[in-house]
């Protein structure tokens, strides 16, 4: 084996162990914005079943259609 083989070897393998490290931050990325989507969903479950923000959200949703139908139908 040449010089220039045995350069362009170790290269290659240098290369292989770098991707192996990026393929594990890509799951690692995955498994943190799942984790993250998973607590959204429960901070959102939990203000959606307090009545209180329920009626804030209805009253809010309301007044918007009142507005826009004020301003739309004369």
């Known amino acids: 084996?040449?010089?220039?083989?045995?350069?362009?070897?170790?290269?290659?393998?240098?290369v292989s162990r770098a991707s192996g490290d990026e393929r594990g931050m890509t799951t690692a990325?995955?498994?943190v914005?799942?984790?993250?989507a998973v607590?959204?969903?429960?901070?959102?479950i939990k203000i959606?079943?307090?009545e209180?923000?329920?009626?804030?959200i209805l009253q809010?949703?309301?007044w918007i259609l009142e507005t826009i139908s004020g301003v739309?139908?004369?």
């Open 1 to 14: 084996m040449s010089d220039h083989e045995v350069a362009v070897a170790a290269e290659d393998a240098e």
């Open 29 to 31: 990325e995955y498994a």
């Open 33 to 36: 914005g799942t984790v993250a």
């Open 39 to 44: 607590s959204f969903g429960g901070v959102l």
């Open 48 to 50: 959606l079943t307090d």
């Open 52 to 56: 209180n923000i329920r009626n804030l």
């Open 60 to 62: 809010i949703i309301l």
């Open 72 to 74: 739309v139908m004369p």
